[in-house]
């Protein structure tokens, strides 16, 4: 790969405030802004591991018309690739492809869905790590996805398409580690309660870590979904049928304030049991995080 492009990674877990920092980086002069192109391929492709729908457990069933209804109403949309058409050898490709104008492509993807398929990863790019507490986590994740498929009495019951067997932390820490091991040595890892508390000095330290330019006049943004037009995605992406992923971050102005962590024993037992699988992935990663420079 000859050219002068700045590729960067940023890898997260689903609730890990990825959007929010995507939109504030779209702002940056000469990025360009990749989303979720594995999810779509994990979804979607020709790669997909759809449920085989079975009479004892309607979930599945009811998952793959959600899914197909999503694809169905995303052929409106005016831009953005064909989820179906969308391979991971072909996101590899065209991650590793040319972008003529553009300074940085900033990529934005969730471990879970590269489904460990690590020879599926583009060459030249430096990686970043987002990571929140588990208890948050997967406070927020469980009602996310009860906004996606409707009620169901536990996180683990779902599909390993939907909500993977290692929770997400598991997918995630291994990619770290097969990182670390092949690719650079020190991943650059921040918390989304840090970037919260302290958003000029973490933002301005992520940024100088990973070759991103740098202003203060990123810390602040008009709310609204226009900005999602400058983004490299698939149709589904781009549809307003799939707004409801991204409501904080289109309403969002700036950072927020850290939320405290919830009280343990108010939490549903599949909250409780994933955070305890999960905590000593995130403690581990946290050791390493960045910290705000000077």
């Known amino acids: 790969m000859a050219d002068e492009l700045n590729r960067v990674f940023l890898w997260g877990i689903p609730r890990t405030m990825t959007n929010t920092l995507v939109k504030c980086l779209s702002y940056v002069e000469g990025i360009q802004i990749a989303v979720q192109l594995y999810a779509d391929a994990h979804f979607f492709g020709p790669d997909a591991k759809r449920p085989v729908t079975t009479p004892l457990d309607p979930m599945e069933s009811k998952l793959n018309v959600i899914l197909d209804g999503i694809y169905k109403k995303s052929k409106v949309a005016a831009s953005g690739a064909d989820p179906s058409l969308l391979s991971f050898k072909s996101v590899r490709g065209v ?63 779902l599909p390993p398409i939907l909500f993977p067997p290692g929770y997400g932390y598991k997918e995630m820490n291994d990619l770290v580690e097969y990182v670390r091991e092949n690719i650079e040595p020190s991943p650059v890892i921040l918390d989304a309660d840090d ?6 000095g973490i933002l301005s330290t992520y940024c100088s870590k990973m070759g991103i330019p740098y202003s203060s006049k990123l810390l602040s943004w008009e709310p609204g979904r226009d ?30 304030r850290p939320t405290p962590v919830p009280d343990l024993d108010s939490l549903p037992d599949d909250v409780k049991a994933c955070a305890r699988y999960s905590m000593s992935y995130y403690e581990d990663l946290h050791r390493r995080r960045i910290i705000a420079s000077g």
């Not at 398929?117 to 406070?139: A, N």
């Not at 970037?195 to 000029?200: C, G, N, R, T, Y």
């Not at 900005?227 to 102005?253: L, P, Q, R």
């Open 95 to 157: 991650l590793e492809a040319p972008c003529p104008g553009k300074k940085v492509l900033f990529c934005k993807e969730q471990a879970q869905y590269l489904d460990g398929r690590y020879d599926m990863l583009p060459k030249g790019f430096k990686y970043s790590f987002i990571i929140r507490h588990p208890l948050k986590l997967f406070l927020s994740y469980k009602k996310y996805l009860h906004g996606f498929v409707g009620d169901f009495p536990d996180m683990r019951t």
């Open 195 to 200: 970037l919260l508390q302290d958003p000029a």
């Open 227 to 256: 900005i999602i037009n400058s983004w490299m995605g698939t149709k589904v992406c781009m549809n307003d049928e799939m707004d409801h992923a991204y409501k904080h971050t289109f309403e969002s102005e700036g950072f927020g």
